[in-house]
């Protein structure tokens, strides 16, 4: 599978930022935020300390890739890595003492294909070697494209729970942990199904509008659990999402393959379009969290709309 996939790459990484040693990102100047061994949040004086301890960088909101990332270099369990928001710098300081940036825009974001699409940041990295490559396949096609197809079914994940926990416990302290490790995953995917039964309903009093052949949601402010999924199997194909902190943008979803929201990416500078051209959005925590759309760009909802019934054909 690595190989097929390397032959679309092109060795293009996102040029690495810096800030100056006395500003650490993300936190107040003498207030650096880093994780100790036990995986609690410390605070602590200097930044000096914290470069001490931290071997890796990420960025906040973890995802798959982030997950993988710390699990090939070695320090998921340890704690000794640090969260960085992806629209923040990293420190020199960090740099300087070697501290790997892994998917984050300040170090390496993953190779960049013929297509023009991001991989998966763990693919590019040497302990990937050591991965079972259906789980590089899943995780890179979530990256690039939003979706993926599942490889592993509950089965498979349990009995790789219980090959981790064997390693370390007998009996039935082994037993208990599974249930616990485990246990999480199914009540997590009970509350899920619980969500959106409730999303079902809700879906039935949002807005749709038609597109230029393709329906575009109006969804409540501040989102809901389970709605995008909801109407996407109704044949809605995007939903405008927006926040009272902010937060505007369009989501194409999984099931579908159009609108390409990258042609979008003219008229919105400054916000965050994926390569995939699956989003474009403002005031994530990709383009930054929390601020406000560029002057000259969509502000509400409505003008978002508007844009792009204009772009894509179908403008009042």
């Known amino acids: 599978m690595r190989e097929e996939r390397n032959e679309d790459l092109q060795e293009q990484r996102p040029a690495g930022r810096a800030v100056r040693p006395s500003e650490p990102a993300g936190v107040v100047p003498g207030r650096v935020r880093a994780r100790d061994g036990g995986g609690r949040v410390a605070q602590v004086a200097r930044l000096a300390d914290v470069v001490a301890v931290v071997t890796v960088v990420v960025h906040q909101r973890a995802d798959l890739d982030v997950v993988c990332c710390l699990v090939a270099a070695g320090v998921d369990q340890s704690g000794d890595y640090l969260m960085i928001p992806n629209d923040e710098d990293v420190s020199a300081d960090l740099m300087a003492a070697g501290a790997r940036v892994l998917d984050h825009n300040s170090g390496d974001k ?3 294909g013929l297509n023009g699409r991001t ?5 590019s990295m040497p302990e990937s070697a050591g991965f079972d490559s259906r789980v590089l396949e899943e995780v890179d096609e979530l990256d690039m494209m939003g979706r993926c197809r599942p490889r592993f079914t509950l089965a498979a994940v349990f009995a790789a729970i219980k090959n981790q926990v064997l390693l370390d416990m007998h009996g039935e302290a082994a037993d208990r942990e599974c249930a616990r490790r485990m246990g999480s995953i199914i009540r997590g995917l009970n509350a899920q199904d619980g969500q959106r039964k ?12 038609d597109v230029g052949g393709f329906l575009v949601a109006m969804l409540p402010s501040g989102g809901m659990v389970g709605l ?11 939903g405008i999402f927006s926040d009272p902190r902010g937060t505007l943008g369009v989501v194409r979803w999984p099931q579908y393959s ?10 919105v500078p400054g916000w965050f379009v ?14 930054p969290k929390w601020t406000r759309p560029p002057k000259g760009t969509p502000q509400t909802s409505e003008e978002l709309l508007g844009l792009i019934k204009e772009v894509f054909g179908c403008a009042d």
């Open 110 to 112: 993953g190779l960049v």
């Open 119 to 123: 991989h998966a940041a763990v693919c």
């Open 198 to 209: 409730l999303a079902r309903v809700v879906a039935d009093g949002v807005r749709v509008d």
């Open 228 to 238: 995008n999924g909801s109407l996407s199997t109704r044949g809605v194909a995007c």
């Open 258 to 267: 159009e609108p390409d929201l990258r042609l979008l990416a003219d008229r």
């Open 274 to 287: 994926h390569p995939a051209g699956f989003i474009a959005a403002c005031g994530t925590h990709k383009a």
